[in-house]
């Protein structure tokens, strides 16, 4: 229950609460083909994509997509990152 909790007060902290911009259909589509270019998975990037879409914010996107191209997120952004990628592999894995 604590990780839980852990994991939604990260995932609050990252969408910035309310006013944050909800990422645009041009980052999910992105999102996906970089997915897709890593996994080869439609259904996975699919969900993955989708989940996106509801779990975190437009900046917080651009640093997801980023990261899957290679690029390391910033320090302060670790537990955050971590908590957005248990949470969508929590969402998913009921797919797999």
């Given at each position: 229950m604590k990780q839980v909790l852990v994991a939604l007060m990260a995932l609050g902290?990252?969408?910035g609460g309310?006013?944050?911009a909800a990422p645009s259909e041009a980052q999910k589509a992105e999102f996906y083909k970089t997915?897709?270019?890593i996994a080869?998975?439609?259904a996975l990037c699919t969900c993955k994509a989708d989940a996106a879409m509801?779990?975190?914010d437009s900046e917080f996107?651009?640093?997801v997509i980023?990261?899957?191209k290679g690029k390391s997120p910033p320090e302060d952004s670790?537990?955050?990152y971590n908590a957005y990628v248990a949470k969508s592999n929590q969402v998913c894995k009921p797919n797999y």
């Open positions: 902290v990252m969408a309310a006013l944050a997915c897709m270019g080869q998975d439609n509801t779990l975190i996107m651009a640093l980023a990261s899957m670790y537990k955050a």
